[in-house]
């Protein structure tokens, strides 16, 4: 007992300043949210769809050129290929609440996150329970969910937890294209869940198949958090924006992504 | 490692993949009779944030009979993919990478030392370096993260909370050279997409020495724990001879060869191997002469041509055939990359045509042989030992069901 107390004392106390008094300390080569310039041309799309792993993660439609970010692996090849028309911003708040919200087009607005105005998510906001299902992935997207359990991130401060049962969840947490074998699996665990219920689905492969094929998903997700595999940052402040909760991050929204452009 | 065998017929190459082995589902055993039997069924959706697979305990009473394991729930083709994929490497690497997350540098590393078996490309002592360097950071990752698990399986939160943490630690390490935790979008035929700065180099450094100081006091604490050792001690044994009849590998396998094949043996191979894998690092890191040209070379796998910058040819490419280095004029070639990965040598195996097309792909994560070891391990115990033996193996339900 006195060992372990001594070992706490000389390893202190490690929670991260993210979300709460600080934003989270990013990798200087960390690629967030991407950003198309508008002189993008079609010869510059084709270069940076021909290096791209994904198909249909980079397009030309009647609304312009446009990423996909449910596709997009952030491997940051298109950015190589089109020096100064594509670039990886630092941006690292890529929760969104619609699929559509995940398209990145040539020469918008500034970028602000959405805030959640569904009451019935905002009602969740003292205790989030969720189930993981894990359908068929790699396993990293799983990995770096499990890591916001750990004493570096600890989540559960803020309510939020994954449960063992569906019986006890709010929303169904998916990961993994959904595989032909963990399509049934998916399909009772969801329905196991008492109403009212969210799908959030994290990870290209959950959003869209990512580099694989896309099962079918029991429901809409409400929350979609793109990444191959997402950022634990990206997640916990999707998680508590999804419930309508304000961090450091999202009230000092100006004046981090003015230093987030630098 | 690197190995190349011509064949005359398709149908040759295959029946050699065959021999690399794989995962085989062990034969069903009947249900057993009797009053005390009874059996547990478990997944595929578990109670914890981990991928399914599907246990069945066949008790006698309060003790496991046997364990059957069913996997196959992630099959998702991956093996398929990067064939249909030929001719577009960055796909092919990150559908490599995407096999296991937790082994994406391991399987990078393979994939990239197939085609360059292929293509005759030479890797310069730098980018061998790092790509070591990123493999062992991948290694000490997963192991801590295990040996944190496991002290949270029994209960004892001060190493399970100092470990946790400490994971995320070395996982930030290696985003320090790449920008993602699990090393993805890094290696690639020739070399790296990645450069390590003296900057970036010095971070890591200090890095590195924080975190195994914090790491070697939160695993003394475990290891001398009297409660901790005497619940894994002679818990989930793999006897020696047992473990070489079912052909295990990695720390499973040292764990029956150097010890006695507990749970305890596993944890103890796994803080060794940390250990050596730190030797390997810091060795790495502090050899000047390695990165003193270092002058921020990149190898890229986008732009023009597949694959220029610092990797260079041994000799150029013939008109007519696809092979430039290890050259061959059979009408098929298997090239066979062996990579020591964290659970174990990690395979991967090519077959390439004469114009070096790619005609079959086959991958063998070290859990596919694991697997009746873990089955082995839970003979005579009770379930409630499940949870410790299973996390000391650790394995890939996705790296086995590709």
């Known amino acids: 007992m006195l060992k372990a107390l001594i070992a706490r004392l000389r390893q202190g106390f490690r929670t991260g300043a993210f979300p709460t008094k600080a934003g989270p300390n990013l990798p200087p080569d960390f690629r967030g949210r991407p950003a198309l310039d508008a002189g993008l041309t079609t010869d510059d799309l084709a270069r940076a769809k021909a290096v791209c792993p994904v198909a249909d993660a980079l397009g030309h439609d009647a609304g312009g050129a446009f990423l996909d970010m449910g596709r997009c692996t952030f491997c940051g090849r298109c950015a190589e290929a089109c020096p100064g028309k594509i670039r990886f911003t630092k941006e690292y708040r890529l929760g969104v609440f619609t699929r559509e919200a995940l398209v990145v087009r040539a020469g918008e607005a500034p970028y602000e996150p959405p805030r959640q105005t569904n009451p019935e998510a905002c009602a969740l906001r003292q205790s989030f329970q969720l189930r993981e299902v894990s359908a068929g992935g790699c396993a990293a997207c799983e990995l770096d969910a499990n890591v916001l359990g750990t004493l570096a991130w600890d989540m559960g401060r803020f309510g939020i937890r994954f449960v063992a049962s569906p019986r006890h969840a709010d929303a169904i947490y998916l990961t993994g294209p959904v595989s032909p074998n963990m399509q049934r699996a998916l399909e009772k665990t969801y329905a196991a869940a008492p109403e009212p219920k969210f799908l959030i689905a994290a990870g290209a492969c959950a959003i869209s198949g990512g580099l694989y094929a896309h099962g079918t998903l029991p429901a809409v997700p409400a929350l979609f958090i793109p990444g191959c595999p997402p950022h634990p940052a990206t997640t916990l402040e999707a998680l508590l924006r999804f419930t309508g909760r304000e961090t450091f991050a999202t009230t000092n929204a100006s004046r981090l992504s003015s230093s987030l452009s630098s | ?402």
Request: glycine letters at 10%; one cysteine or more.
């Open chain 2, 1 to 402: 490692m690197i190995e190349t065998h011509a064949f005359e017929s398709a149908e040759q190459a295959q029946a050699f993949l065959q021999t690399l082995g794989g995962y085989a589902e062990p034969p069903a055993v009947a249900p057993l009779k009797g009053e005390a039997a009874h059996e547990v069924a478990v997944g595929p959706v578990h109670a914890g944030v981990i991928e399914p697979g599907h246990f069945r305990f066949q008790c006698v009473g309060e003790n496991v009979y046997n364990l059957q394991i069913f996997l196959g729930y992630q099959h998702r083709g991956v093996e398929d993919a990067i064939v249909q994929a030929d001719g577009n490497l960055p796909r092919q690497i990150a559908l490599a990478e995407t096999c296991a997350g937790d082994t994406s540098i391991a399987a990078a590393t393979a994939f990239a030392e197939i085609i360059e078996a292929r293509d005759g490309l030479r890797v310069s002592a730098r980018d061998h370096a790092l790509r070591r360097l990123l493999l062992e950071l991948e290694r000490i990752a997963n192991h801590v993260g295990d040996l944190g698990a496991l002290a949270g399986d029994v209960a004892f939160l001060p190493t399970a909370s100092f470990c946790g943490r400490i994971r995320g630690d070395y996982l930030n390490l290696t985003a320090l050279v790449c920008g993602n935790r699990f090393g993805r979008n890094a290696v690639v035929p020739g070399g790296l997409r990645v450069a390590l700065t003296d900057e970036t180099r010095t971070k890591i450094l200090a890095g590195l020495r924080a975190a195994k100081r914090d790491l070697d006091a939160a695993l003394k604490l475990m290891f001398e724990s009297p409660s901790v050792c005497d619940r894994l001690d002679g818990t989930g044994v793999v006897p020696k001879d047992v473990a070489a009849q079912l052909g295990l590998v990695g720390v499973a396998r040292r764990a029956s060869d150097e010890l006695n094949g507990d749970v305890l043996a596993r944890a103890l191979i796994r803080r060794k191997e940390i250990d050596e894998a730190h030797e390997v690092v810091f060795g790495l890191l502090e050899e000047e002469s390695l990165w003193a040209k270092d002058n921020g070379q990149r190898t890229m796998d986008s732009g023009e041509g597949p694959h220029t910058a610092n990797a260079s040819r041994d000799e150029p490419r013939s008109e007519n055939s696809g092979w430039a280095g290890a050259a061959s004029a059979a009408p098929f070639t298997a090239v066979v990359a062996t990579v020591a990965a964290w659970r174990g040598p990690l395979v991967h195996a090519a077959v390439f045509d004469t114009h070096g097309a790619m005609r079959r792909y086959k991958i063998v994560d070290p859990s596919a042989h694991n697997w009746q070891g873990l089955a082995w391990a839970l003979r005579g115990e009770q379930i409630s030992n499940f949870p410790i033996c299973n996390k000391s193996f650790n394995l890939s339900y996705c790296g086995t069901d590709r």
